[in-house]
């Protein structure tokens, strides 16, 4: 077997960096900090979009002043030239709102999608490193959500952060410096809104969180259920268990409904207390400003009477925007810290700076190999010691539980031996970077795995541009061409979510050529044939046969036909391996393989 060392970040490795992915980077850091680094690449568009939005948003704090003006130009009698200087310079900002906001969406718009992109990608990524193991423990629904759902609620949060509340920063601050240098005995009273405000999110940012979080949870489990649901509805429907299924989604449904509900009352109380005080401070105010202008304790005109009521009313609805945002904000940080958990996963299948396997002869050797799954008190496989000589067939039998499929997983590499040692070829495979390896390996499950495209894309998944005189030897090879020139489109007939429009035959035909194209080395088959009827089992058993000559062959089965013709059997018990020898052999011996005969057989 040829190695080379692989290169950090090779140009084909799935693992490697991109500009902009989060691979590698999250550590449990404050979510805000992940949003920095996620929109770092747009810095630029981003400040050049506040800029523009700076300039399409400035008549909200200059009408006010304006109205202001044009009150005293009438009330004084100044100049009318006063009057229509005033009116003309708000209409050219007026009109300069069109294409400012256009450039604006174009700029804050293009750098958020390419934020949810990158964190999508992100996460797709993390999903493909992290190992079986937590595939197996998390719910494919739970990851599902973290890509749509809690990407959504990020891309929302930045989207209505910069539109609403750069909308509320920059009318208050326009507002107060106008008020600042029109009516600097005012200001004081204004900076109270600022602190009383502040006050009321401090108090309720921890419970929004926690209820935030409790809520995320729950959405999480609904998905997992339904997803779980779908999965299962021909069983469902075959059993008349309807009911039965509706009523474990019930209890999600009604858990989602409690969590959002109270998430909703704490949000209607905040926005509630939030109006109340702010409105209250504003008739305070315009109060007050009328009673000095109707005394003449300072020295206010008219004007500035009705601009700073209007300045209260605005900069009132602006800190109502901001403390509305609360809630999206704390949402939207919790759907960061979501996507975290995947992106923090500590079980990644570790690849980085191992050997490159760019040839395979198919010798496996197991050296007193051990696993045991972590909660589980026995080992699942103990002393495993077999040798496989390239070209060599090698089947594997045993009650449930012998530890069959666990030596298919070490073998693929799904999971690493917690003692012991296996060697590809007389190299450690610990050593070796199992993603090469793998382009080497084939696998026939006992359920093939289709997704909704052509039987073309199906058999030549991963191989990029192939013939199609390739495709259809690999198609007669399999037994598969004939049923699939019969299909209206041929090899462009699209098979239906997870192969639903074919039979299960005609599904491990098309798995096996599937194999057969790729022209593996090692070729695993883990229970190929149960599920087939009689017909189904011979035609796929004889593309079996095309498909193991020439490799290395480890084969779980449960029907002897499958087994017999195989160069040797290991039978297995209790994770050991009880006796190996041919089929006459084992038979002859009168062990644990002869006890499994009658089952095998039926």
């Excluded at 105010?285 to 005109?301: D, E, F, N, Q, R």
């Excluded at 195989?566 to 039978?571: E, G």
Aim: proline residues 4%; glycine residues 8%; charged residues 20%.
């Amino acid at each position: 077997m040829q190695r080379t060392v692989s290169s950090p970040h090779p140009s084909h490795d799935h693992a490697s960096h991109r500009p902009g992915t989060l691979d590698h980077r999250y550590r449990g850091e404050h979510p805000v900090r992940t949003l920095g680094y996620l929109l770092r690449p747009d810095r630029r568009r981003i400040v050049i979009a506040a800029a523009v939005f700076v300039v399409k948003h400035s008549p909200v704090w200059l009408l006010p002043l304006i109205t202001a003006n044009i009150i005293d130009v009438v009330v004084q009698h100044r100049p009318e030239q006063e009057l229509w200087l005033n009116a003309g310079a708000l209409l050219g900002v007026l009109v300069l709102n069109y294409p400012m906001h256009l450039l604006y969406v174009r700029l804050l718009g293009g750098s958020v999608r390419r934020m949810g992109t990158v964190l999508r990608d992100a996460l797709c990524r993390r999903m493909q490193q992290l190992s079986i193991g937590y595939h197996s423990r998390t719910s494919a629904g739970v990851l599902q959500a973290k890509v749509v759902r809690d990407v959504e609620s990020v891309e929302q949060m930045v989207q209505q952060s910069a539109d609403m509340g750069l909308a509320a920063v920059i009318t208050l601050i326009g507002g107060l410096t106008v008020i600042a240098v029109r009516v600097p005995s005012f200001l004081p009273v204004f900076l109270v809104v600022v602190p009383a405000a502040a006050l009321l999110v401090m108090r309720l940012r921890a419970r929004l969180r926690t209820h935030n979080e409790s809520f995320r949870q729950e959405v999480e489990q609904l998905s997992a259920r339904v997803s779980e649901m779908t999965s299962l509805i021909p069983i469902t429907r075959a059993h008349g268990l309807e009911r039965t299924a509706l009523g474990r989604v019930d209890g999600s449904l009604r858990q989602v409904f409690t969590a959002g509900l109270r998430l909703d009352l704490l949000n209607g109380r905040f926005g509630a207390l939030a109006w109340i005080l702010l409105n209250s401070l504003g008739v305070t105010c315009l109060a007050g400003s009328a009673l000095v202008a109707y005394h003449g304790w300072l020295p206010i005109t008219a004007g500035d009477v009705v601009m700073l009521s209007a300045f209260f009313t605005t900069l009132t609805g602006s800190m109502t925007t901001l403390l509305s945002l609360a809630p999206i904000i704390s949402k939207g940080l919790e759907s960061v810290r979501s996507a975290g958990e995947v992106l923090q996963a500590p079980d990644l299948e570790s690849n980085a700076g191992k050997d490159r396997v760019d040839e395979v002869q198919g010798r496996i050797d197991f050296e007193g190999v051990g696993f045991g799954y972590e909660g589980v008190d026995s080992p699942a496989v103990e002393d495993f010691t077999l040798s496989a000589r390239p070209g060599e067939t090698v089947a594997l039998v045993g009650a449930s539980g012998a530890g069959k499929s666990t030596v298919l997983n070490l073998l693929i590499g799904f999971i690493r031996p917690t003692s012991g040692r296996i060697l590809l070829d007389g190299t450690d495979m610990a050593t070796l970077d199992l993603r090469s390896y793998r382009r080497f390996l084939s696998v026939v499950p006992q359920e093939s795995i289709l997704f909704e495209g052509t039987i073309r894309e199906n058999v030549t998944y991963g191989m990029g541009e192939t013939d199609e005189r390739t495709v259809r030897l690999a198609l007669r090879d399999a037994n598969a061409l004939d049923f699939v020139e019969d299909l209206p489109d041929g090899l462009s007939t699209v098979v239906g979510e997870r192969g639903a429009r074919l039979s299960g035959g005609q599904k491990q035909r098309l798995a096996i050529a599937r194999a057969l194209i790729r022209n593996p080395r090692v070729l695993i088959l883990d229970e190929a044939t149960s599920a087939l009827d009689t017909r189904s089992e011979a035609l796929v058993q004889e593309a079996l046969a095309r498909l193991i000559h020439g490799r290395t062959v480890f084969v779980v089965a449960h029907r002897l036909s499958t087994i017999r013709a195989a160069d040797r059997i290991v039978a297995m018990d209790r994770g050991r391996i009880a006796e190996v020898g041919t089929h006459e052999e084992l038979v002859g011996r009168g062990g644990v393989y002869t006890g499994l005969q009658p089952a095998r057989s039926a």
